[in-house]
């Protein structure tokens, strides 16, 4: 230690410091120097050609918006428009007195507590030059009152502008979405720039999700403005790239239809175009206008949504989940089909219920006195629990998890907008992870008629029908059908992941199954029969019928007897023509009772449209 | 490295037991200095922020917790903060790494370390904890630094650059990068070797232009080459700013009478581009009395440097002193198009920014040195 210091010289050091630190204050004085030239370059010398520039030619640059891009369905129908509306703005400098001219103002046209109130916050933030909304939306007739009015009121001005206008309302206002207001948090993510001068964006479904595309890219001008900061003239501009036309693959008459069918009810209805995955109907009853929410939804409109019985704000086809119950049985069969469990002929004597040995417990089929002999075919167009407890039984929990899942049963079907519920698609390994407890033998029978864990979205179950339709060719489903590009040309949909093949040993098996799905229709037994009304097509479905309240063993299922929230779910899922699939339906009624009876009618009415209008 | 090493000790530099100026730690000349600036910069922004008493408030506040944190720092003995700079230097490296892998990404860039209670930004305590860093390690070698010395002393100064690069947050890599790189000229490395530096550097740039910078950043000197090429973007800002400082003349429009900042032509007027603001309205005799002001300061911080009394505590005085003078420069060139831009703040006259509590924290290491005196035990 004492060698190091030995050889430092503390004095030398101190005396290199001292030299270096006039060096460096010598090199500051110098940079200061040439700051100070730089001013004087600036401020002395250039001082008149920028006084000029800052007096005289108050060039400023304004952003101008792009205009937003429409949202069409499949044909060409204007789900999502801009629509020129008028908004009543004031100039706070040029008002002699605020509180007499709004005074004035409500005498002439209709202005809100609310209107005031938010009016004072801008004025207290913005310019006194700059123009603050009073009021917007106005009327025609409003815009002409106080045209008239105009010249006793000096600093009101009427602005024009673009704003998003949904002419179809309702309809399919859980896929479109809404554009509102960009907030705090949007403004964190978005390009500030190219959001210069736009105030809405997408917030929800298609909206949100093409936002990028919809929006286009800000132009801009170059004005003249006086000394108060009011545009003279405009120099310069450079015109803004309006926003890209989104083409969706739903059908709007057919979306029509389906709601129509749904009145009344509670539930949805998704179908979907086997062939490429485009969603045709997406419909969940309790809906809103989203026109609502362009500039601000009031307290009052948007709790009335918020604590309304429907629920209108959720999206019951995306993130609804529900029990399959029986229409799972087509791909449990098939999955005993496949896995050798069972074959064709196998049959299954069903005298009304199923018990497990050393259990006492009755598993019931919903026909109290049994379907006698039954096998595959018999086992779908009659709906027999007792085959399908048995086969379940036989395959265990995993083996129909593992056939199950290529279907997408418990997975999101990547549709291409937000929101999306995951289902659940059971496993002994998914019951052990989320609920840390070993799986049971009784609960593989209740899952083998979909009810228990097994829960799926509306779209899931149209996804698997389009697979199973498809003789298992997988789609993804989703609502874009193209882009239209500045070029007039189209951007076609891309699918996220390719498309692949649920490969099985014996193609023959699509055809048994689908076989037992006609029956249903065509079947002199059949669940949903007066489906069957000699349709030029040949339709395969299956009924469902979920529980949602447990029944006791010894207790009878009486509908009249139960509150109707506790009634079961009724379920279709279907798809025609049998043979050449071109649409697949997935229908659910909150507790609506019987599948055959109240979900398959909405199916037929959404494809006898689709398909009768072609043939 | 020394195991042993001796920090020595550092006592109070009182001249009397009554009450004096000593007994707080404050170095007067430089607290008046400092003083002074803020109170422009708050007249200042008093006119810039549209004459608004909350925006003056929120910056008083600020104003008060930096200099009580230079009070704080001020109380300690340089021995302490000699035995803690490793230490420290190495939190901040952990953070930084902490920041790319768990960081909140804000405008952007991945900056700030989210503790629950309370976010900041790592390369802010990089600001002090590298020049402390440099400054222990060559204390502890002879001087001038030997090539090994130098060699360390450069991998202390990249590691941090490289981690806040990577942020990506080039104006903080840079003040980072320029105050190791004061340590070592104030440590006397030769201007030979300083002069082939530099051309290595001026040969690496194209490297730089090509392998080392984000889109938004070569766009940065596209538009401070050209700045018509983009009017709407920071080619905008640099336009409006010129026409504002060169519209001052010399005696300014006057105080709260600054067209190009009343009527909203400049922006970021309070933050980065408040220069222009005081150019307008004061100046340019204006100018002068604020850059008087900045060389008073940055004179008093190298006389303290010059006065300190042992290598650690001159280095770090030193570089310390120069960074804050590159503050000034990078802000003031940027505003008067002299170069590119590079965000970063007025010292001590921009509205808000946590450099300003990182300033002051350095200011107060500058009282502690020059308030306390150094007990010679071994040399």
């Known amino acids: ?29 110098l940079i200061l120097l040439a700051i100070i030239a730089r001013m004087v370059f600036l401020q002395v010398i250039g001082h008149e050609h920028y006084t000029t520039l800052s007096q005289n030619n108050r060039v400023s640059i304004q952003p101008v918006a792009p205009t937003r891009g429409l949202i069409l369905d499949r044909n060409g129908v204007v789900l999502a428009q801009n629509l020129p509306t008028y908004t009543l703005e004031i100039i706070a400098e040029q008002v002699k007195d605020m509180d007499q001219t709004i005074t004035e103002l409500t005498q002439i046209i209709n202005i809100s507590d609310d209107d005031i109130a938010r009016f ?134 057919l979306q029509r239809t389906a709601k129509q069918a749904l009145k009344g009810s509670t539930g949805a209805v998704v179908a979907i175009d086997p062939n490429n995955g485009e969603i045709l109907v997406m419909a969940s009853t309790g809906d809103y206008d989203p026109n609502l929410f362009i500039n601000g939804i009031d307290h009052k409109n948007y709790n009335a949504l918020r604590t309304s019985n429907a629920k209108p704000l959720f999206n019951r086809a995306l993130q609804g989940q529900y029990p399959p119950g029986s229409t799972i049985k087509p791909f449990v069969g098939l999955a005993g089909l496949e896995g050798g469990t069972i074959t064709t002929k196998s049959s299954v004597f069903c005298r009304g219920w199923h018990t497990i ?30 085959f399908y407890y048995d086969l379940a039984q036989t395959m265990g929990i995993d083996r129909i998890h593992e056939f199950l899942s290529p279907f997408g049963f418990g997975q999101k079907t990547g549709i291409d907008i937000a929101g999306e519920a995951n289902g659940i698609l059971p496993s002994t390994e998914w019951k052990r992870r989320v609920r840390g407890k070993p799986w049971y033998l009784g609960e593989t029978l209740i899952a083998g008629i979909g009810q228990g864990y097994t829960l799926t979205t509306p779209l899931q179950l149209a996804k698997a029908t389009a697979i199973l339709a498809n003789r298992g060719h997988t789609i993804q489903p989703h609502l874009l059908k193209q882009i239209t590009l500045p070029n007039s040309e189209y951007l076609q949909y891309q699918p996220d992941t390719a498309s692949t093949i649920i490969e099985l040993n014996k193609t023959s098996n699509w055809e048994e199954v689908i076989k037992g799905m006609e029956n249903v229709i065509y079947g002199a037994h059949g669940t949903a ?22 029944i006791k063993q010894d207790e009878e299922y009486v509908e009249e007897d139960i509150g109707k929230h506790l009634r079961d779910h009724a379920l279709f899922v279907s798809f025609a023509p049998s043979d050449k699939p071109q649409i697949a339906v997935a229908v659910i009624v909150e507790n609506g009772g019987h599948g055959g009876s109240v979900a398959a009618p909405i199916a037929g009415a959404v494809i006898d449209q689709y398909l009768g209008g072609r043939q | 490295m020394n195991q042993n090493r001796d920090y020595g000790r550092w006592i109070d ?31 200042v922004l008093y006119s810039s922020g549209g004459q608004d008493m909350n925006l003056i408030w929120r910056q008083c506040i600020r104003l008060g917790l930096a200099f009580g944190v230079m009070f704080v720092i001020a109380q300690i003995p340089p021995h302490h903060i000699e035995r803690w700079a490793p230490w420290i230097f190495g939190a901040g490296v952990l953070m930084l790494i902490g920041v790319l892998t768990v960081g ?99 040969a690496c740039a194209p490297l730089l232009w090509f392998f080392g910078m984000h889109d938004y950043q070569r ?79 940055i004179a008093r911080g ?78």
């Open chain 1, 357 to 386: 040995k050393g259990d006492e417990r009755k598993y019931r089929d919903w026909k109290k006195e049994g379907h006698g002999h039954t096998d595959l075919k018999k086992s779908i167009t009659e709906s027999c629990d007792v």
């Open chain 2, 13 to 43: 530099r009182r001249q009397s037991r009554g009450f004096s100026a000593r007994s707080l730690h404050m170095d007067w000349p430089l607290l008046l200095g400092l003083i002074l600036l803020s109170s422009v910069g708050l007249i």
């Open chain 1, 529 to 550: 029969r007066h489906l069957n009304r000699r349709q030029p097509y040949r339709i395969a479905g299956k009924t469902g019928t979920a529980q949602v309240f447990g």
């Open chain 1, 1 to 29: 230690m004492y060698s190091r210091i030995a050889i430092k010289d503390q004095i030398r050091e101190g005396q290199l410091f001292t030299s270096r630190a006039i060096t460096a204050l010598a090199v500051i004085i």
């Open chain 2, 219 to 297: 766009q940065r000197v596209l538009t401070f080459l050209n700045p018509e090429s983009d009017p709407l973007g920071s080619g905008y800002h640099i336009i409006q700013s010129k026409i504002a400082i060169g519209s001052g003349g010399l005696y300014g429009k006057g105080w709260l009478n600054g067209t190009q900042s009343q009527l909203e032509f400049l922006p970021e007027r309070s933050t980065d581009f408040i220069y222009a603001v005081f150019a307008e309205e004061f100046g340019f005799f204006g100018i002068l009395v604020l850059l008087t002001i900045y060389l008073y300061i």
């Open chain 2, 104 to 202: 909140t990404v804000g405008k952007g860039a991945q900056r700030w370390l989210d503790l629950g209670f309370f976010r900041f930004q790592p390369s802010e305590i990089m600001k002090l904890a590298v020049p402390m860093m440099i400054a222990w390690y060559l204390a502890e070698n002879t001087l001038p630094p030997s090539r090994r010395a130098m060699f360390i002393t450069a991998l202390i100064i990249a590691v941090p650059v490289g981690l806040i690069i990577k942020q990506p947050d080039l104006g903080t890599s840079l003040l980072i990068g320029m105050s190791g790189i004061f340590a070592l000229l104030l440590a006397g490395i030769s201007w030979r070797l300083v002069g082939g530096l530099s051309l290595l550097g001026a």
């Open chain 2, 302 to 379: 190298l006389y303290i440097a010059a006065l300190a009394q042992d290598t650690f505590t001159r280095l770090l005085a030193g570089s310390l002193t120069l960074t804050f003078f590159v503050y000034l420069v990078v802000n003031i060139g940027m505003v008067s198009g002299m170069l590119p831009v590079v965000g970063l703040p007025l010292p001590l006259v921009s509205y808000g920014g946590t450099s300003m509590v990182t300033l002051m924290a350095a200011f107060g290491m500058l009282m502690s040195i020059q308030t306390h005196r150094k007990l010679n035990t071994s040399g």
């Open chain 1, 120 to 253: 004072n916050k801008q004025v207290k933030n913005k310019r006194r030059f700059q123009p603050i909304p009073l009021r917007l939306q106005l009327s025609e007739e409003e815009v002409a009152r106080l045209a008239v009015n105009r010249h006793r009121l000096p600093g009101i001005e009427i602005a024009a502008r673009l704003t998003r206008d949904y002419p179809q309302a309702n309809l399919a206002v859980h896929s479109v979405g809404y554009v509102s207001r960009i907030n705090e948090k949007e403004l964190s993510q978005i390009d500030p720039s190219n959001y210069a001068a736009t105030n809405h964006i997408g917030k929800q479904g298609i909206e949100k999700a093409y936002e990028q595309q919809l929006h286009g890219i800000v132009g801009f001008q170059k004005v003249e403005t006086n000394a108060l900061g009011r545009t003279l003239r405009v120099l310069e501009r450079t015109p803004p790239v309006p926003g890209q036309n989104i083409t969706l693959t739903l059908d709007a008459d």
